[in-house]
């Protein structure tokens, strides 16, 4: 079926460190996936960080980027230097597009924690 | 302030017995969902709704309801409460149902915890 694996977490960088936080996905019955990461602060719910529909291009948002990358089906999140407003959960996800459902499906969830 | 709001935030149950989980968003959407999060699995969908009509539903058990008395809300009922159903239950919602591209927007979440 259609997955996602992701770094498992946590994670723990002190701040203006890089970060790269892993995901790569199965898309067995997408033909088309599109890629998120979603980003869950503490004591709030999910929200889009940043996404790509189109294999081979970059999406960034924040100081965080992420590259579409078909041929080993990945969507790692960078950042070159963290700060500690950064410490979250961080879900990478796949979505089908065209779809008449809009079901995404998500990862584990990478929690970060960023140190002063 | 949050624009999809869940209750409650915890909520601790016995086994067997009946809760009911409350979502309603005021940002106009017309597409809302359900998704549990248990520990260190992924975040699963469970259920769409699109104008108030269920569009997928992903969950086994018929022990998961959701119910929908306007358009901005969607509750989720569970009966027959077991150990196994704690999790963190997030709704969601976005504009429409149509397309994989359409941004998801999450509410809280309740943490459930059946004893």
């Known amino acids: 079926g259609d997955s996602v694996t992701q770094t498992e977490g946590p994670v723990t960088v002190s701040e203006s460190e890089s970060l790269i936080i892993n995901c790569t996905y199965s898309?067995?019955?997408?033909?088309?996936?599109?890629l998120f990461w979603y980003v869950r602060y503490p004591g709030e719910g999910l929200q889009l960080l940043l996404k790509v529909i189109t294999a081979g291009q970059k999406g960034s948002s924040r100081g965080f980027e992420a590259t579409y990358n078909k041929e080993t089906t990945s969507f790692h999140l960078q950042k070159a230097s963290v700060q500690e407003s950064d410490s979250a959960v961080y879900y990478c996800?796949?979505?089908?597009?065209?779809?008449?459902?809009?079901?995404?499906?998500f990862g584990t969830g990478t929690r970060l924690q960023v140190l002063p | 302030d949050p624009k999809i709001i869940q209750k409650p935030k915890y909520l601790v149950a016995v086994t067997g017995s009946e809760k009911i989980l409350i979502c309603e968003q005021y940002l106009g959407h017309n597409a809302m969902y359900w998704y549990r999060q248990s520990a260190k699995k992924p975040l699963e969908f469970m259920f769409s709704y699109s104008y108030q009509k269920l569009m997928d539903n992903q969950t086994a058990s018929s022990r998961f309801q959701p119910q929908s008395s306007k358009k901005n809300h969607l509750d989720l009922q569970i009966t027959a409460l077991k150990p196994d159903d704690s999790a963190t239950y997030f709704c969601?919602?976005?504009?429409?149902?149509?397309?994989?591209?359409?941004?998801?927007?999450f509410g809280a979440g309740t943490r459930l915890s059946v004893l």
């Open positions: 969601a919602s976005s504009q429409d149902s149509l397309g994989g591209e359409n941004t998801l927007y």
């Open positions: 996800a796949l979505g089908d597009l065209p779809s008449n459902t809009n079901k995404v499906v």
């Open positions: 898309a067995t019955s997408i033909a088309y996936p599109n």
